[in-house]
């Protein structure tokens, strides 16, 4: 198991800025890909974006239309989701979340979550 802890949410306005940043306290991220979903109240959680082991994006949602940049620094064993040009409809809880074998959208995929940092963007 890898515990993972999200941090950066806030309020900001539309068209503003956040970075969101996943971490984990265990020795090493080294291996795991590293997803970002989202939970809007009354929807379904849906996948964000996800980065490999080795570093690559393996996709961004459609609506987020190059907004959101995924990265990760396995020396600080942190994962980052810049989010730029904010919109009301980006509000919800965002969650990063771990897998071993290979990045997916399919949240069931994933074996450890974090508790989710709030983001709202007013409108």
């Known amino acids: 198991q890898i515990q993972l802890v999200e941090s950066g949410g806030g309020l900001v306005q539309s068209g503003g800025s956040l970075r969101l940043s996943c971490a984990t306290s265990?020795?090493?991220?080294?291996?795991?890909?590293i997803g970002w979903f989202r939970q809007a109240p009354g929807k379904e959680r849906e996948g964000v974006s996800c980065?490999?082991?080795?570093?690559?994006?393996?996709y961004y949602l459609d609506s987020i239309n190059g907004r959101f940049t995924i990265s990760r620094d396995n020396a600080k064993k942190t994962v980052f989701l810049q989010m730029n040009s904010l919109k009301h409809e980006d509000t919800a809880v965002y969650y990063c979340?771990?897998?071993?074998?290979?990045?997916?959208?399919?949240?069931?995929?994933?074996?450890?979550w974090g508790q989710g940092t709030q983001v709202t963007v007013s409108s």
């Open positions: 979340a771990a897998t071993y074998y290979r990045c997916s959208d399919y949240r069931y995929e994933y074996s450890d």
């Open positions: 980065i490999s082991s080795t570093g690559e994006a393996s």
């Open positions: 265990r020795s090493t991220l080294d291996g795991w890909n």
